[in-house]
């Protein structure tokens, strides 16, 4: 009886909510980047028990969370894959934006066979999983109704014990753009910039003493953007370039161009360097190849404040199991496909 008049409560609690949140013209005020800041920081430490590190660097906000547990898994898979034919190879690819040109230097050179993979699966560990979502997720808690949120989110996951890291960059628009389901899942993993990084000093380093917290440049940003999704249509695409590299390179940069807004650039030039052949494009010719179906799929991001609940004190006596929470948003590993459903990426 006391089990049924608990969830009675929980039943009219919910619907009080409901129709408080449902009629209410109420808008609330914007919250200051400072108690953003602390709220950031206090439901890390409180609900999660994490000791994070938080520091803003001009218009970046960075979070450092060590835990002493593996970042990475190893599995079998069901069996060696079946390679995806390619017709090219990438050996290298690099960018610099200066005085308002884009200039690219790349290698390809032709593909002859690939190699079926071994069966083994590697990706991230449920320990890294469940610890990026959750900051991903006090994240959207503490800063989608701010009045001054970052313009870039670095986020990193220390293994104390090994002294490896997980470092991601992300534009703050496109986290708040997947969360409001604005971004499709594929295309915002596209746009992490993830980086793996190693040094036997970062072991039993829980403050992030080895860390240079700066400001992420849009420059920089941008030329990550256009290097690693050329590198992910070579090597990682099921639909990879076919007849002209140039080609899909330059799409890719008016791809990055057209869904960032970029408008403060004139010319792109790319250097083969396999070829000895420069090429210069003008901003009128990159335009040119853009797509404007894709940006019409993106929409901005919902006003809407997100806002979550712990309803565990109504459910104290006999806790039912509880189904595991879908990961909200698992970052891409650098040069892989993304992960198969069972969360394994095959070699």
């Known amino acids: 009886m006391l089990k049924i008049k608990r969830r009675a409560s929980l039943f009219c609690f919910l619907l009080a909510l409901t129709l408080v949140m449902g009629c209410s013209s109420k808008e609330e005020p914007p919250t200051p980047k400072t108690e953003a800041t602390k709220k950031l920081i206090q439901i890390l430490e409180n609900d999660y028990d994490y000791t994070p590190v938080v520091r803003w660097a001009e218009e970046t906000l960075w979070v450092f969370v060590p835990i002493e547990e593996s970042l990475y898994k190893i599995s079998a898979g069901d069996g060696p894959s079946k390679p995806v034919k390619k017709d090219f190879s990438l050996e290298f690819i690099d960018g610099t934006f200066e005085d308002g040109t884009f200039s690219l230097e790349y290698d390809v050179i032709p593909a002859t066979k690939v190699a079926s993979g071994s069966g083994m699966g590697t990706g991230y560990s449920e320990k890294f999983n469940t610890t990026y979502q959750n900051i991903t997720n006090t994240l959207s808690q503490s800063f989608f109704s701010t009045d001054k949120p970052p313009r870039f ?4 996951v220390a293994d104390t014990k090994e002294g490896l890291m997980i470092k991601n960059t992300v534009y703050f628009l496109d986290l708040k753009k997947y969360f409001t389901s604005s971004l499709p899942p594929d295309e915002y993993s596209l746009r992490i910039q993830t980086e793996f990084l190693g040094n036997k000093k970062n072991i039993g380093d829980t403050k992030g003493r080895q860390l240079e917290f700066k400001d992420v440049l849009w420059s920089d940003f941008l030329i990550k953007q256009m290097t690693r999704r050329i590198q992910f249509k070579f090597q990682n695409s099921d639909f990879p370039p076919e007849e002209n590299p140039q080609e899909e390179i330059l799409k890719v940069i008016a791809l990055v161009t057209m869904i960032y807004n970029v408008n403060d650039y004139t010319t792109v030039v790319l250097n083969d360097l396999r070829n000895e052949r420069q090429e210069e494009f003008t901003r009128a010719q990159i335009e040119a190849r853009q797509d404007p179906a894709i940006a019409q799929k993106e929409k901005e991001p919902s006003e809407g404040k997100i806002i979550t609940f712990d309803f565990s004190q109504f459910l104290k006596e006999e806790p039912e199991e509880l189904l ?16 198969a459903p069972d969360g394994n990426t095959t070699l």
């Open 153 to 156: 989110v670095v986020i990193i």
């Open 324 to 339: 595991p929470a879908e990961t909200l948003d698992e970052p891409l590993l650098e040069n892989q496909q993304p992960a």
